[in-house]
């Protein structure tokens, strides 16, 4: 029997926070945006709708994203979009809910703290955490538990996850802030220089969602964005390969990361890993072509876990349930 069903896991994600239910499923999977005004302070919209007003804010209204590569960042906008989330998902009162919450692996105490605080003060009864490349890595069905190494790739918007996992514990691992948006960011920096043209956060994260399409139907991708110089708006062709080789240098930053995280494998899960490849998770595994660059650069097969984006929340999820997996939980730090 897993735990009652009140329990929860959460992944406070810098792009999206997740909400599991246990035994019900994910219930929320929505942008971790807040709209405030700015001259009043009050919240005018959280998650999806703040998120779709992100770059078309007029001067007095901000779109905050209150998470940065995946730590809180903001804590008090933090509390009331998961105050807001939970209540999304159906917990009015979490007085009794226990959650079990993802967390980066190299986050630091006062992180840690700074999560369960957050819960707390949401009124969840009991946190207890699980680094976030595990709880991908069960979540996209790894033996984590088994006598093998499993290597899991999770690409986040804040931070790639690296970690080759062994009976329940971590072998090795690295967390880079190298992910989405970074991505995005390099896409803007080649335009500018390249193209003298000016194109904010989401027409980029465009253009890199829209590289398997447009390459698949052999089309340039169309961009609107101004002019470097004049200010004036400018729409522009562009070849997929000129985006791609703005994405080439973050992208070697990781293929050299999860190279580091292998090297320092002991030889057995080395072999294991080379015979049974790399997963890869977090929303940032959908990248055209990253799965070819990685299978090319380590020799091993990479494959995308189903639901990528959901892995995380999903594994913690089972966590909860799940009796026989409890012992990879953490317990939270004392206040
Ligand atoms: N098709 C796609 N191609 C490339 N990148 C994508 C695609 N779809 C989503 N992404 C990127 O995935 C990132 C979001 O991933 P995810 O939702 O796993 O992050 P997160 O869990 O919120 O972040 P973190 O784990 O770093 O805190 C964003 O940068 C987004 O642009």
């Not at 919450?101 to 957050?118: I, K, M, N, Q, W």
């Not at 989401?202 to 169309?222: Q, S, V």
């Not at 380590?298 to 799940?322: D, F, K, L």
Request: aromatic share 0%.
């Amino acid at each position: 029997m897993g735990l009652l069903t009140r329990d929860i896991a959460l992944d406070l994600g810098t792009a999206a926070t997740r909400v599991y239910n246990a035994h019900g499923g994910v219930a929320v999977n929505e942008p971790s945006a807040v709209a405030v005004n700015t001259t009043t302070g009050r919240i005018l919209a959280i998650g999806a709708e703040a998120g779709r007003m992100a770059g078309r804010t007029p001067a007095h209204v901000k779109v905050i994203r209150p998470l940065r590569a995946g730590n809180i960042d903001d804590f008090e906008v933090t509390g009331r979009m998961l105050h807001h989330l939970l209540l999304l998902a159906g917990h009015r009162n979490p007085g009794r809910t226990q959650a079990v919450v993802c967390a980066p692996s190299d986050t630091t105490g006062v992180g840690r703290r700074a999560v369960l605080e957050a819960c707390r003060q949401v009124g969840v009864g009991r946190v207890r955490m699980l680094p976030k490349p595990v709880a991908a890595a069960v979540g996209a069905g790894l033996p984590v538990q088994e006598a093998t190494g499993s290597l899991i790739v999770d690409v986040g918007a804040g931070t790639t996850e690296i970690a080759v996992l062994c009976l329940g514990g971590v072998v090795a691992a690295r967390s880079v802030p190298v992910s989405g948006d970074v991505l995005d960011s390099a896409i803007r920096t080649h335009l500018r220089k390249r193209h003298q043209l000016d194109i904010g956060r989401h027409t980029a994260e465009n253009l890199k969602t829209g590289l398997a399409e447009a390459e698949a139907e052999g089309r340039p991708l169309a961009v609107r964005g101004m002019d470097a110089s004049s200010g004036m708006p400018v729409t522009l062709l562009l070849e997929t390969r000129d985006v791609q080789a703005a994405l080439r240098d973050p992208l070697d930053r990781i293929v050299a990361a999860v190279g580091d995280v292998l090297d320092r494998c002991p030889p057995e899960l080395y072999r294991d890993i080379l015979d049974q490849g790399v997963t890869l998770t977090g929303e940032g595994a959908r990248l055209h072509g990253l799965d070819r660059l990685l299978q090319k650069a380590t020799g091993t097969p990479v494959r995308i876990a189903a639901e990528p984006g959901t892995a995380a929340v999903r594994g913690a999820g089972r966590c909860a349930e799940e009796r026989s997996l409890r012992s990879l939980l953490e317990t939270a730090p004392d206040r």
